[in-house]
């Protein structure tokens, strides 16, 4: 009825279901190409292997099988030097695999240029099928096209693109090629299909795919026990997550009886706003953002995730999957605004997430560690914006992050692969390719690389005029205006007034920022900076990677530096006509508008020169940490790897990122395990019902038993006595009873 | 029964009877030998087969003379004598003291609650008008028994034909030797 | 005489249970219960006075079953003698399995 | 279109008799033929029994799927029924019919049967037509289950499925078969005893004109009263019957031992099938007969304690078995409890979503117990300990079991989400603390599955003798297929499944709330 009468639906639009299934056919293809491959059935009868010793061929198999595996964990800085074989169906699945991807983004692209023309606010809704209609509940596997989700897309499919290229060149001599195309374009599908749900069911799909595409790919290289351990973390952690999303979901559905985005924005006033069940909704669907996006307390699986190839860590570590979060906190704009406590709460977290993942980027060595911390943190930004009721602020920063942060990551690869490609060929298999302390001095191999990264460095520290410069200052000044006055303000948090939450949320974010301009400095240094440390026999083997590689880093360089043109602020065009102002946030109006302006409500906005002062403020600072950086490190004075002494103190709690996973061993998974095997499983089930019920009730009868069989005693005498005695008895009876 | 000195003469061999299978009773179950044992209960069956007849029962009376007497009693003495069960360490068969004593008690209560049972109101409740034995004139001493015997009885009365083959078959395989 | 008869056999059949549980020579023990037997019969008989000729029918039966049963009973003794050169109940223990 | 064709050969009136027939007759062609080939050797024998044993299921399964269109699912009548007397003295008959929820378990029955005997194609060499008689008698005891509107018929029927089950687990199972067949009958007789006092009860309390019992299921719904408290008594003892096959908490443990032990196919026939008749029991028979015991707040809130207990608990006792078996038995306690969250939280999606459950768990927990058999057959262990790895050796055999696992854990897309996430949502309106704690399990379901997964496919192959182990063969991907497409069948298009049980389901709901309002009336819609 609805989609009838939409403007889109006459358009390419209505192809959007087209979107997911893309990448879904590239999934399948490659899937089965990955399993013709590996296709060495079994003997009719299994159990006969055993008595028929092993064949040649079966061992034969294994041992190819494991040498392959063993080459692809080379990423992990544990090549072997073996013959690199290209898997058989290496150049179908290069075309397949990012294929599908062009044709999704230029799909992408067309729906874009569609919905640019019709300019319709109502959101475009595509009902396929109905997929679970119980009673009154209806949900249909339905796909949603507004702003918000457009957005989404392009920036999926696009970076997505981008990445699935560069895998191309990163991952071609591994022997499961086919098989991490196929898990990387389900992932896309599942992403697609996260952010174009009609209802929180169809997101919720996407949610868990993703994060079993994130499981997958983590544990990739899977013979490695701590690959696959941080695979299952992944997914644990996550599932906190979902717990809290499916409650939210419960709670939507008896109290709204839908779960339908375009009816619950419709029905949503009928919460009573600051209510115990909107805030409640908001606080467990924010759980689960929490878990998706690796906030504190949640966020202990990300680090870990860089378990998987780099390409998947740019993609889904840094620029899609983990920004889920933001997208539902955005997408549910309209419960959020209604519970400023929750609000609160978001932006509270993001803050504190946000400084404590940088203190931890402060002191890693690892190349990918850093970043991974570096993006929990900017995650903890963008919740701040959409926090703070700055739902656009949240997305820019969300779009800018996808850039630089992509470019960092798969910068960052093209780095270890050019190390691991120089340990490889000299038959190095101790150092760590992912190390800074055996990097150093890079500039001079990788020139392409250097430049591409600082801009990226340059962008996420929040210089101008790089893209995360525009996103991170909307992200604190809205932090700063709405503890002015706003709804937020107004609330309070646990008893703290809502205001001292937010300009808390703001100085955190100030503080957040310098850190960064740090971090990331210092990882400029170590790696490209100073004298190289990799060792004279493997220095000439450092280049610069192919081209399959380097241009989308190009491509993406060019984003980081002019992404920020997406929404410039008035005071920025005001000073120089660079383009159209806050052209996302208008983009965005129909989406995110009316929540804006409820959380904002009648506070008075921030006057033009404080705002001035504020980005002024910012701008220092991110120079400030920058010039602290090159002032107070010496790439000079590092030792590799091998050479470097135990740090101590504070120092050594930074490396061990405050201790977080070992405190959560201590005090959740181990009592947990503990308590199911010792109580539950011997105490309860083994120990009560079957030893003391079950067991218990048996003997109680075989002691009964035994008591008889005692009567039988095999003696006629006693018997007689028996008999008589019972006779006697029974006169007895019968005379009382007479 | 229309001489009057009948029941007199009547009363006295009953009760004289009666005494005989009492005392001979208690003098069985206190011998030690098998054999003067089974003597006195022989004395215990024909004292009762005199009473039977005394009870107008001279059928049953024959009866307990040629099968108890006759034929049941003969066979005990026959396995006694045949085991040769004559040795003092079996004749010294009582119990102990104890067990004596708890016997002669349940004993006592046996025969209290039977007399208190054979006087209670059940018992006189259990009685139905005595049927007329006008037919017994006619119908003889056989004729009241055999009556019922083949009328009513008359599959009881061939199972116990039965009953008496199995037993014969079961004793002759029981105390077969066995060849081993 | 209804009332001697069934005193006397009540006092017949208590003076066989005794028997019974005082006697451990498997011979005397049957020979008590034959006398448990006769004391049952004599209730019969004497209350077939009142009732019928059918009380004597039953001693009849039980007479025959009071054959049977002496015919095997013996026959059994006869085999546990020859098995354990005893007939004292105390060393018959067989049921015991 | 097969409606009409359907009927043109009557279909209704002899499907459900035939169905209860066909595999007695199959047994006794085993029977016969086990007889006949006595003097062959033990593979020729196999070979044969396993072939007419499959015959047989296949034909069985081949005419049941007629009922998916023959049956009229939104009337309010027994479909296909047929009543014959019995003992008309004891107003006992032979009293069938189905309605939408049986016919769907129905047809997961005579489905998955063929596929167990695929299943233990190579791993039953010992006595094999007795084998597979016994799973022919074990289906029609299962079949009739689902069919009988009589008391009595239902309770022989219960007690047929009871003893085949026994002997399979007692001569063809593992090394403690006997403990584990002989608790597995012990419990299972404790509580059908019960019910079976229960069953007299009725009978003789609901008499005819004449005096005589009656044991008609809808004769006893329309007139039956019970005096004060008998009702809650009668509750009682069919909940104990019903609890224990469940099996609820905490009568569960005969369920871990019975799976461990039993053979393959056991273990499938057990998990899939035979747990069903505890819930389907609550379903068709607790609930209908005594909507007020259901209605009474202190017998509901305590089945709802006690499955939320089971949920959490089966969970994390999941998490720490050694044994792969054990941990998936476990864990069946956790799912069986969703249902029985379900329909006692006596909403449409809740008991819709349990009846999902039901069959998911089928698949599910099948084709776990059928994975499990083939790397035993490989490998004689189940111990987790003993894997690592087998992804690189046996990836076909990973990509199952992950899609499997996947589902048992529950992720959308696949069957195990739907039937979760409606009983949560539904139980969600009702019960809610109960629905939140029950919630939380899907984090557990992934520790345990996950842990199982991963330390059997993933890690380091380190131990030689999994280096050499075999992929699965042709009939072993075959035998897997039909589950992988039901996953994802009933994962995204739960519909036709849901159309077809949404009116019977109804209908025990309103009967429980329609009767229960007017002595109570505190039950929220």
Request: charged share 10%; with cysteine.
């Amino acid at each position: 009825m609805l989609q009838n009468a939409h403007p889109l639906a006459e358009t390419v639009a209505r192809f959007v279901w087209w979107l997911p299934t893309v990448p879904l056919l590239g999934f399948l293809i490659n899937g089965a190409l990955s399993m013709f491959a590996a296709a060495k059935l079994g003997p009719a009868d299994p159990s006969a292997a055993d008595h028929h010793g092993h064949s040649g061929e079966a061992h034969d198999q294994p041992h190819a099988a494991e040498h392959g595996a063993e080459h692809g964990a080379a990423d992990a800085g544990h090549g072997d030097h073996g013959h690199v074989v290209r898997h058989k169906y290496a150049p179908i699945v290069s075309i397949v695999g990012p294929g599908v991807m062009v044709l999704a983004f230029g799909l992408a692209l067309a729906t874009f240029m569609a919905m640019r023309s019709a300019e319709s606010p109502a959101p475009y809704i595509n009902t396929l099928f109905s997929w679970l209609p119980v009673g009154d509940l209806k949900v249909d596997a339905a796909l949603q096209l507004d702003a918000l989700s457009m957005v989404m897309v392009l920036v999926i499919t696009g970076i997505g693109m981008l990445i699935h290229l560069f895998s191309v060149g990163y991952m071609q001599d591994d022997p499961g090629y086919p098989r991490y195309f196929a898990y990387l374009n389900l992932f896309v599908f599942f992403m697609l299909l996260l952010v174009l749900g009609a209802n929180y069911v169809v997101t919720f799909v996407g949610w868990e795919g993703v994060g079993l595409c994130s499981y997958l790919l983590i544990g990739f290289w899977f013979s490695d026990k701590a690959n696959a351990d941080a695979g299952k973390k992944a997914f644990v952690v996550n599932r906190i997550g979902d717990f809290g999303f499916m409650v939210a979901m419960f709670l939507l559905f008896s109290h709204l009886g839908t779960l339908d985005y375009a009816a619950i924005a419709e029905s949503a006033d009928k919460l009573p706003a600051g209510g115990i069940v909107v805030t409640a909704i908001c606080l467990f669907l924010f759980l689960g953002c929490a878990g998706k996006s690796a906030q504190i307390p949640l966020f202990v699986w990300l680090p870990d995730a860089m378990a998987g190839p780099t390409p998947v860590s740019a993609l889904i570590h840094a620029a899609t999957m983990v920004t889920a979060g933001v997208f539902l906190v955005a997408r549910s704009s309209m419960l959020f605004s209604l519970a400023p406590v929750a609000s609160l709460t978001v932006a509270l977290t993001g803050a504190v997430t946000a400084l404590f993942a940088a203190t931890i980027g402060l002191k890693q060595w690892d190349i990918k560690k850093v970043l991974a911390y570096s993006t929990v943190s900017q995650l903890g930004y963008m919740f701040v914006g959409v926090g703070v009721g700055a739902y656009s602020a949240g997305v820019f920063h969300l779009i800018t992050h996808a850039f630089f942060k992509a470019l960092l990551f798969l910068g960052s690869g093209s780095v270890i692969f050019s190390m691991h490609r120089a340990y490889h060929a000299t038959h190095n298999h101790g150092d760590d390719a992912q190390d800074m302390r055996n990097m150093g001095g890079l500039k001079q191999y990788m020139p392409i690389t250097w430049g591409l990264m600082w801009i990226a460095t340059l962008a996420i520290a929040g210089v101008p005029p790089f893209s995360g410069f525009f996103s991170k200052d909307e992200i604190l000044g809205a932090a700063f205006a709405r503890a002015h006055g706003s709804t937020l303000a107004d609330a309070s948090l646990l008893g703290i007034p809502g205001n001292i939450v937010l300009y808390t949320v703001w100085i955190f974010g100030l503080a957040a920022a310098l850190l960064t301009a740090i971090y990331m400095t210092r990882m400029m240094l170590y790696t490209f900076h100073g004298p190289n440390r990799t060792g004279d026999a493997a220095r000439p083997h450092l280049a610069e990677a192919p081209w399959i590689m380097t241009g989308p880093l190009l491509v993406l360089g060019v984003l980081s530096l002019a992404g920020g043109w997406l929404n410039l602020p008035e005071v920025v065009t005001d000073l120089m006509p660079l383009g159209p102002t806050a052209k996302l946030e208008h983009w965005l109006e129909p989406v995110v508008g009316e929540a804006t302006k409820r959380v904002a409500g009648a506070g008075t906005p921030v006057a033009a020169s404080t705002e001035e002062l504020l980005i002024g403020f910012a701008v220092a600072i991110a120079i400030a940490g920058i010039t602290i950086a090159v002032m107070r490190l010496k790439p000079s004075a590092l030792v590799p790897k091998s050479a470097a002494s135990p740090s101590t103190g504070l120092q050594s709690v930074l490396e061990n990122k405050w201790y977080v996973d070992e405190a959560y061993d201590a005090a959740i998974v181990r009592p947990t395990y503990t308590f199911s095997r010792s109580v539950l499983w011997t105490g309860v089930d083994i120990g009560l019902i079957d030893t003391i019920l079950v067991n218990g009730s048996a003997a109680a009868a075989r002691f009964l038993g035994w008591i008889g069989s005692q009567l039988q005693s095999g003696r006629v005498g006693t018997y007689a006595w028996l008999l008589v005695l019972g006779a006697v008895l029974l006169l007895r009876a019968f005379a009382r009873a007479s | 029964m229309q001489n009057e000195f009948l029941p007199l003469f009547y009363t006295f061999h009953f009760y004289l009877f009666g005494l005989i299978a009492l005392v001979g009773a208690i003098v069985f179950v206190t011998r030690k030998s098998p054999v003067a044992a089974a003597l006195w209960l022989v004395v215990v069956m024909f004292a009762l087969a005199a009473l039977y007849v005394m009870l107008d029962a001279q059928f049953v009376g024959m009866m307990q003379i040629l099968v108890y007497a006759g034929a049941i009693m003969v066979v005990f003495l026959f396995v006694v004598m045949l085991l040769n069960l004559g040795h003092p360490s079996d004749l010294n068969d009582m119990r102990g003291k104890l067990g004596r004593l708890l016997a002669g008690l349940v004993g006592l209560a046996l025969v209290a609650e039977l007399m208190a049972l054979t006087r209670s109101e059940v018992t006189m409740k259990l009685v139905v008008p005595p049927v007329e034995n006008a037919a017994a004139g006619t119908a003889g001493i056989i004729g009241p028994i055999a009556g019922p015997l083949f009328k009513e009885y008359l599959l009881a009365f061939e199972l116990t034909s039965v009953l008496l083959l199995v037993a014969i078959i079961g004793a002759v395989v029981l105390a077969k030797k066995r060849s081993n | 005489m209804l009332a001697e008869s069934l005193t006397l056999s009540a006092a017949l059949f208590t003076i066989g249970v005794v028997g019974v549980l005082t006697r451990r020579n498997a011979i005397i023990v049957f020979m008590c219960v034959e006398l448990m037997l006769n004391a049952v019969n004599l209730s019969f008989v004497a209350l077939s006075r009142l009732y019928g000729a059918t009380g004597q029918v039953f001693v009849i039966f039980v007479m025959t079953v009071a054959a049977a049963e002496a015919a095997v009973g013996l026959a059994i003794i006869i085999a546990i003698f020859r098995h354990k050169k005893s007939v004292n109940l105390q060393d018959i223990n067989l049921l015991r399995g | 279109m097969m409606k009409e064709m359907l009927a043109s050969i009557g279909y209704n009136y002899w499907i459900l008799t035939v169905l209860l027939a066909l595999p007695i007759v199959g047994a006794v062609a085993l029977a016969f033929q086990a007889s006949a080939s006595a003097s062959q050797d033990a593979l020729a024998r196999m070979g044969s029994a396993r072939k007419l044993a499959l015959l047989f299921f296949a034909a069985e399964c081949l005419i049941s799927l007629g009922l998916w269109w023959s049956v009229d699912y939104g009337s309010p009548d027994w479909q296909a029924a047929a009543a014959v007397p019995w003992i008309p003295s004891w107003g006992i008959y032979y009293r069938i019919g189905v309605d939408g929820i049986a016919v769907v378990l129905m047809l997961m029955t005579t489905c998955i049967m063929p596929l167990t005997v695929l299943g233990s194609w190579t791993s039953i060499r010992e006595k094999p037509h007795a084998f597979y008689a016994l799973l022919l008698v074990l289906t029609t005891g299962m079949l009739g289950v689902f069919m009988s509107l009589d008391l009595v018929l239902f309770y022989v029927f219960w007690e047929l499925m009871l003893i085949p089950m026994y002997l399979i687990i007692g001569i063809w199972g593992g090394q403690r078969r006997l403990y584990a067949s002989l608790k597995f009958f012990l419990f299972t007789m404790l509580g059908s005893l019960l019910m079976l006092v229960a069953i007299l009860y009725i009978g003789l309390k609901t008499a005819d004109p004449l005096g005589r019992p009656v044991f008609n299921y809808d004769f006893i719904l329309q007139s039956a009263s019970y005096p004060g408290s008998a009702a809650l008594w009668l509750f009682g003892a069919f909940f104990v019957a019903f609890a224990v096959k469940v099996p609820m908490w905490p009568f569960h443990t005969w369920l871990p031992d019975a799976h461990v032990e039993a053979p393959t196919a056991g273990s499938v026939v057990l998990a899939s099938v035979m747990l069903k008749m505890g819930t389907f029991g609550f379903v068709r028979f607790a609930l209908p007969l005594f909507p007020d015991a259901v209605a009474n707040p202190m017998v509901r809130s305590t089945v709802i304690t006690l499955a939320v207990i089971g949920i959490v608990y089966g969970a994390l006792v999941s998490m720490v078995q050694p044994d792969f078996k054990k941990l998936v038995a476990y864990s069946s306690v956790s799912h069986l409890g969703f249902v029985m969250l379900g329909i006692f939280a006596l909403t449409t999606q809740s008991m819709q979503g349990a009846l999902l459950i039901n069959i998911n768990h089928a698949v599910s927990t099948g084709a776990l117990f059928l994975l499990i058999g083939m790397i035993y057959e490989r490998r004689h262990t189940r111990l987790l300990a003993d894997f690592g790895g087998i992804a690189k050796v046996m990836p076909i055999f990973a990509v199952m079991l992950t899609i499997v696992a996947l589902s048992s854990i529950g992720v959308p897309g696949t069957n195990g989400f739907v039937g979760e996430f409606l009983v949560l949502i539904g139980a969600f309106r009702t019960e809610p603390i109960a629905a939140t704690i029950a919630t939380t399990v899907v984090i557990f379901a992934a520790v345990y599955l996950l842990w199982a997964l991963q330390r059997i496919i993933y890690n380091p192959l380190a131990k030689p003798e999994n280096a050499a182990l075999k992929d699965l063969n042709a009939r072993e991907i075959g035998l897997l297929l039909p589950f992988i497409i039901a996953i994802f069948w009933l994962g995204l298009y739960p519909a036709p499944i849901l159309n077809r049980t949404h009116s019977a389901a109804t209908r025990i709901i309103e009967r429980v709330h329609g009767l229960s309002e007017s002595s109570s009336g505190s039950v929220r819609p």
